[in-house]
């Protein structure tokens, strides 16, 4: 199967940083997700990108398919933003099949 | 915006009994999957239903589980004489072309 790395494990922040997330997979894809789980343990979709680049407010995400990459950037962090971010990547092309998800980098924003 | 709901969202089970989680996907949605997370390990793949029936499972999803669907709406997952191991957060996820929801999960402790 596809193995998905994400780095770093872990990040702590002081309340206003900025940061990347990485994410790479070793085969081709057709589909990629970044998620948050939040402290109450819920997935929360932030981007499906399975190529270019897309925002929504202070985050946004880039993957690059061919270089078997994607990044999320977290601007002027705040603490709601901790929790794990999970990358998770599927090779079907259809409406989906089963998701790979990475281990996650876990984010601790402080105040 | 459109949800997926799983019920209860917090279950206690005695080692050997059989527990069914509930989950309603997102009405227009054609695929549904159920994942689960070990406390602290990443998010993985059990099984996937489309048409009424099964389309993909891993190693994982062996006879002591069942998915159903037995009504318009309702998605469940059946684990039958559970072990300690099955504790989890057990995840319903319904999917289209935009990619996919996942509900708030059912905290499952087998004791």
């Known amino acids: 199967g596809i193995q998905v790395e994400q780095s770093p494990p872990d990040l702590i922040l002081q309340e206003g940083a900025n940061s990347t997330l990485r994410c790479n997979f070793s085969?081709?894809?057709?589909?990629l997700q970044w998620f948050h789980q939040n402290p109450w343990g819920q997935l929360i979709n932030l981007f499906y990108i399975p190529s270019g680049t897309k925002q929504n407010g202070r985050l946004s995400a880039t993957t690059v398919a061919t270089e078997r990459y994607s990044l999320l950037y977290i601007s002027s962090s705040q603490t709601t933003d901790s929790g794990v971010y999970f990358c998770a990547v599927s090779k079907r092309a259809d409406s989906w099949g089963k998701l790979q998800f990475g281990a996650g980098t876990q984010v601790v924003v402080t105040p | 915006e459109p949800e997926v709901t799983q019920t209860p969202s917090h279950q206690v089970t005695q080692m050997g009994q059989e527990v069914i989680l509930r989950c309603v996907p997102i009405s227009n949605h054609l695929y549904f999957y159920w994942y689960r997370q070990i406390l602290g390990q990443k998010v993985e793949f059990l099984v996937s239903?489309?048409?009424?029936?099964?389309?993909?499972k891993s190693e994982i999803f062996d006879d002591q589980f069942s998915v159903e669907r037995p009504d318009g709406s309702n998605f469940t997952l059946k684990i039958r004489s559970t072990k300690l191991e099955d504790s989890a957060m057990y995840f319903c996820?319904?999917?289209?072309?935009?990619?996919?929801?996942f509900g708030s999960g059912t905290r499952l402790t087998v004791v």
């Open positions: 085969d081709s894809v057709n589909n």
């Open positions: 996820a319904s999917s289209d072309v935009a990619g996919y929801t």
């Open positions: 239903f489309y048409n009424n029936e099964i389309s993909e």
